[in-house]
């Protein structure tokens, strides 16, 4: 299992396009992959789920992966959240 707590720094945060652009990316591996926050777990593949986080610039997230790719996907996943994708 990999882990890696990071802070949201792209200005729209996970909202319309790049939420799905992180979800697309998610479901590029085939890890288990979860986002958290505050107490709110959810499967980092699912877009109604991190729709439903409401997450904006400023927010910690801890991105966790299990798996065969669980190190990439973990880097990869956290570079998404620094710089708008759309």
Do not use: Y
């Amino acid at each position: 299992m990999q882990q890696l707590t990071t802070t949201v720094t792209c200005p729209s945060g996970l909202h319309k396009r790049q939420a799905a652009l992180f979800i697309q990316k998610a479901n590029d591996f085939k890890s288990s992959i979860w986002i958290e926050s505050e107490e709110r777990k959810i499967n980092a593949k699912s877009f109604l789920g991190v729709l439903s986080m409401a997450v904006v610039t400023g927010t910690e997230l801890t991105i966790t992966a299990e798996g065969p790719d669980e190190n990439e996907a973990v880097k990869e996943l956290a570079d998404m959240l620094k710089v708008d994708l759309s």
